[in-house]
């Protein structure tokens, strides 16, 4: 093993030769506030700074837009994954490797299959949808890799509540909390990602 915590998580490290691979959930909208397009920027960076590979659902609007051009102007690796029938909308970024796909259903299967951790910045109803499939296949025991939300304001606070709401009613185990991450800075983020992702 390497000698410390973050270059144990470099491209030696991946279970099958591949990057070591941080998936980023994220809006694909332009009209929010500045910070969070900040915080997507600054994620991109961190991103390529630990040499982790961006993996994200491809495109160049929003969130996702600014994270992924970060994240490549940082020198970093990032692969994108388009459905075909959305590049024209969310507008492939020539700079960024893309696999075109045919279904939504083939982008999050890739995005999981490619990913060793997911980090989930501020988004709407894409970003959680895809959140949400992951952490309900964390509670059915098909995966353990770490899922992250990350965001410097609140922003997370009523989908927690949403989740205390189904404990509370006993419709999710209390210990399911212990899977619900989540980081205050990127750089909490990615060393949340470091001291939890499983090593093989
Ligand atoms: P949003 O958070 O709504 O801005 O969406 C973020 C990203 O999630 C966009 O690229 C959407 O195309 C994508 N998205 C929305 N729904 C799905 C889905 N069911 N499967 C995969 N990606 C999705």
């Known amino acids: 093993m390497a000698d410390s915590a973050f270059r144990s998580l470099t491209e030696t490290d991946a279970a099958d030769g591949r990057p070591f691979s941080v998936c980023v959930y994220c809006g694909s909208s332009d009209a929010t506030r500045a910070d969070y397009l900040r915080l997507a920027d600054e994620t991109g960076a961190a991103l390529a700074a630990r040499r982790w590979r961006m993996v994200y659902g491809g495109g160049g609007v929003g969130l996702m837009g600014r994270a992924a051009r970060a994240a490549r102007a940082a020198g970093g690796e990032v692969l994108g994954i388009m459905p075909r029938f959305l590049a024209r909308r969310e507008i492939v970024l020539q700079e960024v490797p893309t696999r075109m796909v045919d279904t939504m259903h083939e982008r999050k299967r890739i995005m999981f299959d490619e990913s060793d951790a997911f980090l989930v910045l501020p988004g709407g109803?894409?970003?959680?949808?895809?959140?949400?499939?992951?952490?309900?296949?964390?509670?059915?025991?098909?995966?353990?890799?770490?899922?992250?939300?990350?965001?410097?304001?609140?922003?997370?606070?009523?989908?927690?509540?949403?989740?205390?709401?189904?404990?509370?009613?006993?419709?999710?185990?209390?210990?399911?909390?212990?899977?619900?991450?989540?980081?205050?800075?990127?750089?909490?983020?990615?060393?949340?990602?470091?001291?939890?992702?499983?090593?093989?």
């Open 125 to 200: 109803i894409g970003t959680l949808e895809e959140a949400v499939e992951m952490l309900s296949w964390r509670r059915l025991e098909l995966h353990l890799k770490p899922i992250i939300f990350l965001a410097e304001d609140d922003f997370w606070e009523p989908f927690f509540h949403l989740m205390q709401h189904t404990i509370q009613a006993r419709l999710t185990p209390p210990h399911f909390l212990d899977v619900l991450d989540s980081a205050k800075s990127v750089a909490e983020a990615l060393d949340a990602i470091d001291a939890k992702v499983v090593r093989t």
